[in-house]
């Protein structure tokens, strides 16, 4: 049976530019200094799709990949990805059976994950590798100093699992300012790979970095965890980062309906926007049900219509959003709208967007929902 995927007939898409996510690959890879770029591609690569940014950064010279969950990593292993896969979260009980088929790389901070690991291992065809995460004061997850020594000897012991990894995470390397407590966290974690190394522990490789760990902090060690910065931002939108980063993802549309209204017409749900002069406004078919935050309307979020920044006038709608294009605007119906990304000399990025609504970049590209095809450029 032939499976045909259903027609798109919406005038709307994200396009995501694979030759960014490789450039900023490689410019974090330059950064690493000699350390290796495992590619972050959780939440379907942050929006963008996480098969085809995972080749693109594979091809760039990415080692490996990490997803928060099994599911991810299953859906990577069906589409053919055979590199290693680190799964961020500690799998459930009830997940191992898959990690092991699967040859997924798994974090372990527990006995009773470990164990449960070790029982499937020993059906598996060759030791399986696992990591130990050690929590160093984020304070989410990972385990105790001595939880996680004690969870790094068992593996090293265990005849059907090897010690690929030890690592832990940073709470606040985007943010210069607290550098003392991410100094911390690295000691803590150095005292722990010393601990190691006298109870004849030695795993393949260290690494605590997530993009602002590397980019920010200096934090590299054998590996780094990349995420944010491959889809081309910087983790914190106030602190510049040392190197060239481009935005990926572009989300566009084509105008549906154009009209010409009176000063003083009010405009979409809650009639809250009143023009104050006679205008063009422009109905675009994307919506918060697409991850355009309702709120932006009301926070002075704009769009690009014809090279030009015009405001959003009214609620955003599940489906739909409206524009100011104000007097005399020849727009018309099937014209382009950058919602983010360029056009002409102007670019309204993602950052703009979480600024307005005091959030993060990350927060809006996961937004960025299913109904909206991706559309893929090199
Ligand atoms: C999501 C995540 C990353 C990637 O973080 P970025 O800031 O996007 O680079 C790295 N490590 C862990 C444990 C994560 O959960």
């Not at 290693?84 to 790389?105: C, D, H, K, N, Q």
């Not at 405009?267 to 406004?281: M, N, P």
């Amino acid at each position: 049976m032939r499976v045909m995927a259903p027609p798109v007939f919406r005038p709307a898409w994200a396009e995501v530019d694979l030759g960014a996510v490789a450039d900023n690959l490689r410019a974090v890879k330059a950064a690493a200094g000699g350390a290796e770029v495992w590619a972050v591609v959780k939440a379907d690569g942050y929006g963008h799709g996480a098969e085809r940014v995972a080749r693109a950064a594979l091809a760039a010279g990415a080692s490996g990949l990490a997803v928060a969950m099994v599911e991810e990593a299953v859906v990577l292993r069906e589409a053919g990805i055979d590199v290693p896969i680190l799964l961020l979260s500690e799998p459930p009980a009830e997940a191992m059976g898959e990690v092991v088929a699967r040859r997924l790389v798994a974090t372990l901070y527990s006995h009773t994950a470990l164990e449960a690991l070790g029982r499937e291992a020993a059906a598996g065809p060759q030791p399986l590798a696992v990591q130990v995460k050690l929590d160093t004061g984020m304070h989410r997850v990972g385990a105790t100093f001595e939880d996680a020594l004690a969870v790094a000897v068992s593996v090293q012991r265990h005849p059907r699992l090897t010690l690929d990894g030890v690592w832990t995470h940073l709470a606040v390397a985007d943010e210069p300012a607290r550098a003392d407590f991410t100094t911390g966290q690295c000691s803590r974690f150095d005292r722990f790979c010393e601990a190691l190394g006298d109870a004849g522990v030695r795993p393949r490789m260290r690494h605590v970095a997530n993009s602002a760990g590397v980019l920010l902090a200096g934090a590299t060690y054998d590996m780094v965890r990349v995420g944010i910065a491959l889809y081309g931002y910087a983790p914190n939108a106030t602190v510049a980062v040392p190197v060239d980063l481009r935005p990926a993802l572009s989300l566009v549309a084509r105008v549906v309906q154009v009209k010409e209204l009176d000063a003083g017409d009010r405009l979409s749900y809650g009639l809250r926007y009143r023009l104050a002069e006679r205008s063009v406004v422009a109905t675009v078919p994307l919506g918060y049900a697409d991850g355009v935050p309702r709120r932006l309307s009301e926070v002075g979020g704009q769009v690009l219509v014809g090279g030009q920044r015009r405001p959003l006038a009214g609620t955003v709608t599940m489906d739909q959003l409206l524009v100011d294009c104000g007097p005399r605007a020849t727009v018309q119906p099937g014209d382009e709208v950058v919602l983010l990304g360029r056009q002409g000399d102007e670019e309204i990025t993602a950052d703009d967007w979480a600024t307005r609504l005091d959030t993060i970049s990350y927060e809006i590209l996961c937004g960025i929902g299913p109904r909206v095809p991706r559309v893929y450029r090199r």
